[in-house]
T-cell receptor
Framework: GAGVSQSPRYKVAKRGQDVALRCDPISGHVSLFWYQQALGQGPEFLTYFQNEAQLDKSGLPSDRFFAERPEGSVSTLKIQRTQQEDSAVYLC????????????????FGPGTRLTVL | AQKITQTQPGMFVQEKEAVTLDCTYDTSDPSYGLFWYKQPSSGEMIFLIYQGSYDQQNATEGRYSLNFQKARKSANLVISASQLGDSAMYFCAMRENTGNQFYFGTGTSLTVIP
């Protein structure tokens, strides 16, 4: 497909379980972003990759959150020992250019993964 | 301080009427971009319109236009001739040229009434 895809679309985890969320960005896109969107809120930045390099992880809420993009394409967001406050929609977005090149660097979003921690 | 402020949690508009969704922003970066996204109940963020900080004219995309008032740091979205399919959450976002991330507001829920 031409757009950003994410899997799974829905994930239910028991508190304490580890989860892995996958993002397939648009082919050729340099930048990849992860956001967390709590119910009724706007997306909050988690982390940013430029190709395989994780250049910004300032938004990751704790060391239980880990993201990787080893080959500069697919990315995985891993949450260890999930807690109820991790319940949210996790959005992945990609953009063609590296950040800082120009302000118009539209981010294309995937459909998100809705994580529910019981 | 909030980077993006959307003060209207919910808005109603009659079908075929125009509606304005408010957005104010805060940045000290002279170069930035402002974006509006639509998020229907399906959850996907759909890009609507972009305004660059150096753009002289207000952006327009079909029924969408952006009322950009730089001195006031506002970037209101105007939707003309509202349609039932416009019912959704609308998010204003900003990207500073020196940064990596988008900053999003808390969104406005728009309901179009037939």
């Amino acid at each position: 497909g031409a757009g950003v895809s994410q899997s799974p679309r829905y994930k239910v985890a028991k508190r304490g379980q580890d989860v892995a969320l996958r993002c397939d960005p648009i082919s050729g896109h340099v930048s990849l972003f992860w956001y967390q969107q709590a119910l009724g809120q706007g997306p909050e930045f988690l982390t940013y990759f430029q190709n395989e390099a994780q250049l910004d992880k300032s938004g990751l809420p704790s060391d239980r959150f880990f993201a990787e993009r080893p080959e500069g394409s697919v990315s995985t967001l891993k949450i260890q020992r999930t807690q109820q406050e991790d319940s949210a929609v996790y959005l992945c977005a990609s953009s063609l250019f590296a950040s800082g090149i120009q302000s118009y660097n539209e981010q294309f979003f995937g459909p998100g993964t809705r994580l529910t921690v019981l | 301080a909030q980077k993006i402020t959307q003060t209207q949690p919910g808005m109603f508009v009659q079908e075929k009427e125009a509606v304005t969704l408010d957005c104010t922003y805060d940045t000290s970066d002279p170069s930035y971009g402002l974006f509006w996204y639509k998020q229907p109940s399906s959850g996907e963020m759909i890009f609507l319109i972009y305004q660059g900080s150096y753009d002289q004219q207000n952006a327009t995309e079909g029924r969408y236009s952006l009322n950009f008032q730089k001195a006031r740091k506002s970037a209101n979205l105007v939707i003309s001739a509202s349609q039932l399919g416009d019912s959704a959450m609308y998010f204003c976002a900003m990207r500073e040229n020196t940064g990596n991330q988008f900053y999003f507001g808390t969104g406005t829920s728009l309901t179009v009434i037939p």
